[in-house]
């Protein structure tokens, strides 16, 4: 069993919002925390929009798949930070929940997503401040 934190980020599509949040505390935090991603209606592809707002933080995310919320992905998970996926949720006893609310970028340009993403990256710094304390 591994002894760093693992952090399950979830949202309905896992096309934007918790594939930037995911994108962000792997770069960020690097091999530190375990991170995962998921959805509960899972879309076809990332957003490109999404993609194209990451590549400009120097990130690349174009190779990544919206992926289904599991029941196993919440049980391996201390931490599990939803992003508007509602009741879908599985919820376990003794795992940390967290709901960020955020804008959805699902059919915006680049140019709305920018500020999605930013308020992301806040949040995640802020997570690895409580990660790492």
């Known amino acids: 069993m591994s002894d760093k934190p693992s952090v399950l980020f979830v949202c309905v599509h896992n096309a934007g919002r918790s594939q930037m949040a995911a994108a962000y505390l792997t770069h960020l935090a690097g091999d530190r925390v375990e991170v995962r991603s998921a959805g509960s ?3 076809g592809e990332v957003n490109p929009a999404v993609v194209e707002a990451m590549r400009e933080e120097g990130i690349d995310i174009s190779a990544e ?11 391996a998970s201390d931490v599990v930070i ?15 929940y967290l709901d960020w609310t955020l804008d959805d970028p699902a059919g915006q340009g680049v ?3 920018r500020p999605i993403r930013d308020e992301i990256r806040k949040r995640i710094e802020g997570l ?3 990660l790492d304390a």
């Open 82 to 96: 939803t992003m508007g996926c509602g009741d879908t949720c599985p919820v376990f006893p003794g795992k940390r």
């Open 65 to 75: 798949t919206p992926k289904i919320l599991t029941v196993d992905a919440v049980r």
């Open 128 to 130: 690895i401040g409580e």
């Open 41 to 43: 209606e899972p879309a």
């Open 111 to 113: 140019d709305a997503v």
